[in-house]
């Protein structure tokens, strides 16, 4: 569809450009065989990073692109077309991590670890989540305590995207003492790396979906961590973390509307090949119904997220908006893909078609960063305010 480029500014277009030509050369061509193998591609890492797409929104002194969002949004929904798994990593490192530490972090902070994430030297990771605690995040249990200068961390934490790969670990951690248990004001922020003593690559999880990009847990034994890697305030973490997700809800829209794209062009490429009755399937007026409803859906949670990025690179967001975003972008992912499937018949239920992949790919949009419900909790709050 022309209009999704019809209202870029000259450097937008020419970002659009380079993440495509990118991905077709090194990524779309590897796609089905990195999700069959659930292999991660490490030298992605640098050539991201080259092409300075691992620093998109950071500012320039510190080696970022200092672009705005919408830009940054463009390229992940390229990126997200050709390979959801790549996207996944190149959004949780921009909106995530690299955020937290450039809205929070002190300069030798910035210039140890920020300048060499946005050159893609170090990859980036976001440790929040624990075994028992989803949704509810701040109900954390990984602790930490002080010895001197330092401080002595013990837990574990789940499902860390790209945790086999990350060079920077930003983790949230209680430092609060089981006498005094302040809930959300009691967790701080850390930058971990793996060369830390008692930091733990574990279990790497067998997922439906998103099978090139790794999700472990970590592991932290009595990990000894400097002092001056705390970010920002003490117990003041999970409000950093929270104002991070804003970013990362973001680009879980736009990955949701790339893999979205994907399977809409799949579907209407081969609606058009395929034939029943004499004739293109897409000349059945039921075909072409589906095709209409999957191109306004995906239309519409593009433009509600450039709309979204617009707001937040304004400084204007009001409560609920990323939320919505999110919300619109990730259910409409999955239901595109399940359409995808429909008119591919038994051939999209195979792994010769990329749809089933989308498809897997899609359902997680709706689980991290925030469940579907997690959001409408948001949204209704926000509403309910006015
Ligand atoms: C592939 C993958 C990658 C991930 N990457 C990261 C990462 O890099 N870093 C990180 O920190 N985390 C990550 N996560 C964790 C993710 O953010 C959590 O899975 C998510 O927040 C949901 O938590 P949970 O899985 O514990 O589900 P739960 O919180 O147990 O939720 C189970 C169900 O209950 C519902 N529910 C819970 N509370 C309520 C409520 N109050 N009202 C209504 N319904 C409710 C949920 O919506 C859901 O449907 C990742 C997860 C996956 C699957």
Same mark, same amino acid.
Request: a negative charge; aromatic letters at 10%.
């Given at each position: 569809m022309i209009h999704e480029l019809r209202d870029l500014t000259e450097e937008q277009f020419a970002i659009v450009a380079t993440a495509r030509a990118f991905a077709d050369e090194h990524v779309r061509p590897f796609s089905a065989q990195w999700d069959r193998d659930s292999h991660?591609? +490490?030298?992605l890492i640098k050539k991201l990073g080259d092409l300075g797409f691992l620093g998109m929104l950071l500012p320039v002194e510190y !080696?970022? /692109?200092? /672009? =705005?969002a919408k830009s940054y949004l463009l390229a992940l929904e390229e990126i997200a077309a050709a390979d959801a798994s790549v996207a996944v990593m190149m959004s949780v490192h921009n909106s995530l991590p690299t955020q937290m530490l450039n809205a929070f972090g002190t300069e030798a902070q910035k210039r140890r670890f920020l300048a060499p994430m946005a050159r893609g030297e170090l990859l980036g990771a976001f440790a929040l989540s624990e075994s028992d605690a989803?949704? !509810?995040?701040?109900? #954390?249990?990984c602790q930490a305590r002080r010895e001197g200068d330092d401080w002595i961390v013990d837990g574990t934490k789940a499902w860390v995207t790209s945790g086999t790969h990350a060079g920077v670990v930003i983790a949230m951690i209680r430092t609060d003492t089981p006498d005094d248990r302040r809930r959300s004001k009691g967790i701080s922020a850390f930058i971990l790396? +793996?060369? /830390? +003593?008692?930091f733990t690559v574990a279990k790497k999880e067998d997922k439906?979906? /998103?099978?090139a990009s790794p999700t472990v847990q970590l592991v932290f034994d009595g990990m000894r961590v400097p %002092?001056?890697?705390? #970010?920002?305030?003490?117990?003041?973490g999970f409000i950093y973390a929270m104002q991070s997700l804003e970013h990362g809800r973001l680009g879980i829209a736009a990955q949701s509307v790339g893999i979205a794209r994907a399977a809409f062009e799949a579907a209407r490429d081969h609606a058009s090949e395929r034939k029943q009755f004499g004739q293109p399937?897409?000349?059945?007026q039921g075909i072409q119904f589906k095709l209409a409803d999957m191109a306004t859906r995906l239309s519409a949670a593009r433009a509600l997220l450039h709309m979204t990025a617009a707001a937040k690179d304004r400084g204007v967001l009001v409560p609920g908006e990323v939320s919505m975003c999110k919300l619109f972008a990730s259910e409409m992912a999955m239901w595109i893909t399940t359409q995808a499937i429909q008119v591919f018949?038994? $051939? %999209?239920?195979?792994? =010769? $078609? +990329?749809v089933e992949r989308y498809f897997r790919d899609a359902k997680v949009t709706e689980i991290y960063e925030g469940t579907s419900e997690v959001q409408r909790i948001i949204i209704g709050r926000a509403v309910s305010k006015e």
């Open positions: 991660f591609e +490490p030298s !080696d970022g /692109l200092g /672009l =705005e989803g949704s !509810d995040a701040s109900a #954390i249990r790396t +793996p060369d /830390l +003593p008692g439906m979906g /998103l099978r %002092g001056d890697r705390m #970010i920002g305030v003490e117990g003041q399937i897409a000349e059945f018949g038994g $051939y %999209g239920y195979v792994k =010769e $078609y +990329p």
